[in-house]
């Protein structure tokens, strides 16, 4: 019982040690993005049907508006 104890720590060990090493990525830069811009004097491009624009060019961006959230029932 106890050489397979001693075997079992051992072959623990070996097996912690030479493990691999996990890689860190590195981080993300704003190169690695593609988010779209706003660029006066930019050329806009006409698009009919459905397609995938690498470097789309924001002419304009719906009505932005807040609703304030109410609470329904509860204490008053």
Do not use: C, H
Request: avoid cysteine.
């Amino acid at each position: 019982m106890w050489v397979q104890l001693v075997i079992m720590i051992v072959a623990l060990v070996v097996s912690y040690v030479l493990r691999p090493k996990p890689v860190t990525p590195k981080p993300a830069a704003l190169e690695d993005f593609s988010v779209p811009t706003a660029e006066d004097g930019r050329e806009v491009t006409e698009v009919f049907g459905t397609v995938w624009i690498d470097d789309p060019n924001v002419l304009w961006y719906g009505n932005l508006r807040t609703t304030p959230i109410k609470a329904k029932g509860g204490k008053k």
